[in-house]
């Protein structure tokens, strides 16, 4: 399951990687393919992603020349967030939504939110969890960075890539790997 807040994350292409993810994940070596299980992908995507004001968009995929379904297992499901109603999906997008546990419908929920907003332990988890957050995201921005230092660097043409290396602060296998990806 995914939960995105961008409409860019929900990509179809970023479905059928997660997908792909977990056949690699429940196939183990000498296991016959047909051995793999079902799988269901689940984006929960804050908009109405597909616009059509449906709760879920089942994607399926079909044999175009006969128009029967392919059933290969693989199953992916986009959940509009927006949706709401009187169903449990629709109950558990408004949850979804809810600031303060007392709106929520689902008393698991508002049991783990008001743990996690109104008792000092589940503040400070909170607190450590989102500092975590920051700080990986730190890196990933640090990552980036460093990453279009060496393109530059690369475009430039002035440096061996040693030197761009030891800069930048990457191995030499990928100022190697960013080298062949750009064409540079």
Same mark, same amino acid.
């Given at each position: ?20 993810? !977990? ?17 269901? !992908? ?83 988890? !909170? ?20 990453? !279009? ?36």
């Amino acid at each position: 399951m995914e939960i995105q807040r961008q409409e860019k994350g929900a990509d179809p292409h970023r479905a059928r990687y997660h997908s792909s993810v !977990m056949d690699v994940e429940n196939l183990h070596s000498r296991q016959e393919f047909k051995e793999l299980p079902d799988t269901y !992908m689940i984006f929960i995507i804050e908009k109405d992603f597909y616009g059509k004001s449906e709760a879920v968009y089942p994607i399926e995929r079909i044999n175009l020349a006969t128009g029967k379904s392919f059933e290969d297992g693989e199953h992916i499901l986009y959940v509009n967030g927006e949706y709401r109603g009187e169903s449990n999906l629709g109950k558990l997008m408004h949850d979804f939504n809810c600031t303060q546990a007392s709106d929520m419908n689902f008393e698991l929920m508002a049991d783990r939110t008001r743990y996690l907003k109104e008792n000092p332990k589940g503040v400070s988890e !909170m607190c450590r969890i989102m500092e975590d957050m920051r700080k990986e995201s730190l890196k990933e921005g640090i990552q980036e960075e460093k990453k !279009m230092t060496v393109i530059r660097m690369l475009e430039a043409g002035k440096y061996l890539l040693e030197e761009i290396a030891y800069i930048s602060g990457l191995s030499l296998e990928e100022v190697n790997q960013l080298k062949a990806e750009r064409n540079v």
